[in-house]
């Protein structure tokens, strides 16, 4: 498909040597929307989270303490950029490793909590990130290996080849594995059972930005 | 591989490997996948998920151009990076478990070795000797491991162990000296030798005291308990 035709017209590009960066309207949205609520969430502060007891009228309140708050803030503004950077990339290669990152500064924002049934299922989700490693950056190499380039500019003038549909294929679980959608979606789920929104939505909308983008990556480029 | 974008002089040979690579990484990622599947223990998991990781790097490494490397090396990273943040997130989530700050140490505590005690300090002056004599990384790594030596015999021994807490300075430091070394062969061409050795003694004694740094690390996980 010809990139003229999806997210609007081409604003322009930004060459940066062999990184060639191209603004279209969809590319720039995305990129405020997410910057806008890394913003939002660095000015924040977290929330107590409130259970009501079983059997009586007590309500057990659990809050977070200020060492950890300050680390799952840090974590969750380096996820909110690393998004906003996957976003606004014209480049395979950046993306998977945005990809990559945001994997695992998910594991980071959760990793300091007290519950351990959230802790078990950042253990369950971190192993089903590494182990889409293998797809997400085999995927990379093979369209690599299929057109001889990553710059997302160049593959989408390139026609198709088996080679490439494939390695787009796999790449494509790579991406659902790393941003744990839906196959993968009942261990991270269990992540956000914890105090610490709106730190912690951050995981939940850096996966839904990354998809829209890798639709978008790929329909430019098969 | 595409044949039309592999340049003349790559021999067919070579470029013919690609599909075998290939294969060879996915079986290696089938296999590491079986044994997750088969075992039950999590820290056993954890290792075997580190296969799959490996096949990744065969599978990128199979299309052998510096773009390919490029992406290696970021791919290494990413995997170290999230092993250790799981196995964080397995000792705090077993240490919440047990509710008990266990200390985990990585050592035994009792090493009873005779090489110990008969002359630990004068196989640490030979390591580090030859490890300034080599210089460079590997140097480093040796001299490295000669600290180690010297602080975990004087630990066995039940000595006191000096303290020294300006190592992490001396790390930054040298690589300082490292940067600098690197600038010259820029800047400097004509004194490429003393780039070179400020290059290489930066990174000896940046790698010697990282390695050093384990050692009194381990000290200080010994005496928290």
């Keep these: 498909m010809l990139i003229e035709n999806l997210g609007g017209n081409v604003m322009g590009t930004i060459p940066l040597g062999d990184i060639v960066l191209y603004l279209n309207p969809l590319h720039i949205f995305l990129f405020v929307t997410i910057l806008v609520f890394t913003a939002l969430i660095a000015i924040s502060r977290t929330e107590t989270q409130v259970e009501s007891m079983f059997g009586s009228l007590d309500e057990n309140k659990v809050s977070v303490g200020k060492k950890e708050f300050k680390q799952r803030r840090f974590l969750s503004v380096i996820c909110g950029i690393a998004t906003a950077g996957a976003m606004i990339t014209g480049d395979l290669f950046n993306f998977t490793l945005f990809m990559a990152l945001i994997g695992i500064v998910n594991i980071g924002i959760v990793s300091a909590v ?7 299922s950042a253990y369950q989700y971190g192993l089903i990130a590494m182990m889409c490693g293998l797809p997400l950056f085999g995927g990379a190499a093979m369209i690599l290996a299929a057109t001889g380039t990553l710059s997302l ?4 003038s390139i026609p198709a080849s088996p080679m490439m549909i494939f390695g787009a294929l796999v790449m494509l679980i790579g991406v659902c594995g790393e941003s744990g959608i839906a196959p993968f979606f009942a261990s991270k789920a269990e992540m956000f059972r914890t105090p ?26 098969l | 591989m595409v044949a039309s974008i592999v340049p003349q002089f790559v021999p067919a040979f070579y470029s013919s490997m690609y599909t075998t690579a290939l294969y060879g990484g996915l079986i290696v990622a089938f296999i590491g996948l079986i044994g ?6 999590d820290i056993q998991v954890l290792i075997l998920t580190d296969i799959v990781g490996l096949a990744m790097l065969i599978v990128v490494a199979a299309v052998g151009t510096d773009l390919s490397e490029a992406l290696i090396l970021p791919g290494l990273v990413v995997e170290l990076a999230e092993i250790m943040a ?13 509710d008990v700050h266990t200390s985990f140490a ?22 580090i000797g030859y490890g300034v004599f080599l210089s460079g990384f590997t140097g480093g790594a040796v001299a490295g491991g000669g600290i180690v030596i010297y602080v975990l015999s004087r630990k066995v021994r039940g000595l006191p162990i ?13 690589w300082c000296l490292w940067i600098i070394g690197f ?5 400097l061409p004509q004194y490429w030798l003393l780039s070179l050795f400020l290059a290489a003694l930066g990174l000896l004694l940046k790698v010697a005291s990282k390695i050093g740094l384990i050692g009194i690390l381990m000290r200080e996980e010994y005496g928290r308990k």
């Excluded at chain 2, 397995?90 to 478990?97: A, N, Q, T």
Aim: proline fraction near 4%.
């Design chain 1, 114 to 120: 007290k519950q351990v049934d959230v802790l078990n």
């Design chain 2, 183 to 187: 600038l010259f062969f820029f800047i």
């Design chain 2, 36 to 41: 997750i599947a088969m075992e039950k223990r």
């Design chain 2, 106 to 127: 990585p050592m035994p505590l009792n090493i009873d070795m005779e090489i110990m005690t008969t002359a630990p300090n004068f196989i640490a002056l030979l390591l």
């Design chain 2, 162 to 174: 000096v303290v020294l807490d300006g190592v992490g300075a001396i790390s930054g430091i040298s």
């Design chain 1, 153 to 156: 500019f160049e593959l989408a």
């Design chain 1, 196 to 221: 610490g929104s709106p730190f912690i939505l951050i995981i939940h909308l850096s996966s839904l930005f990354i998809i829209v983008r890798f639709v978008e990556i790929l329909l430019t480029i």
């Design chain 2, 86 to 98: 799981i196995s964080e997130i397995l000792i705090s989530r077993e240490m919440r478990k047990k």
